[in-house]
Nanobody, 124 residues
Framework: QVQVVESGGGSVQTGGSLRLSCAASGDTYGNYYMAWFRQDPGKEREGVAALATRGGATYYADSVKGRFTISQDNAKRTVYLQMNSLKPQDTAMYYC?????????????????WGQGTQVTVSS
């Protein structure tokens, strides 16, 4: 059983930056994928970035590669998403997810533990 809680969302102007945090608790031993997904009303949930907690391999959606960076702290229980050069199309509810490191890391069906989301709004 794993719990994840997101924070750090907010409203910024185009070109601004935000850093999202995802704190994990519970049984997170072993190799997990920690990932960020986002969903805007009327759109399907999209995998943004993921990280394998053991080894630190990272994965990014093409739409954010070069602008977003996913990282973890030394204890491997908190994951961050640094978002730079934000665009209006980045506006969405951002969800942190955790799951066993099996399968494709940016596929939502891989994950069984989800946070409640944090809203990111980017204005022109």
């Amino acid at each position: 059983q794993v719990q994840v809680v997101e924070s750090g969302g907010g409203s910024v102007q185009t070109g601004g930056s935000l850093r999202l945090s995802c704190a994990a608790s519970g049984d997170t031993y072993g190799n997990y994928y920690m990932a960020w997904f986002r969903q805007d009303p009327g759109k399907e949930r999209e995998g943004v970035a993921a990280l394998a907690t053991r080894g630190g391999a990272t994965y990014y959606a093409d739409s954010v590669k070069g602008r977003f960076t996913i990282s973890q702290d030394n204890a491997k229980r908190t994951v961050y998403l640094q978002m730079n050069s934000l665009k209006p199309q980045d506006t969405a509810m951002y969800y942190c997810a955790a799951g066993e490191a099996r399968g494709w890391p940016l596929t939502r069906y891989q994950y069984k533990y989800w946070g409640q989301g944090t809203q990111v709004t980017v204005s022109s």
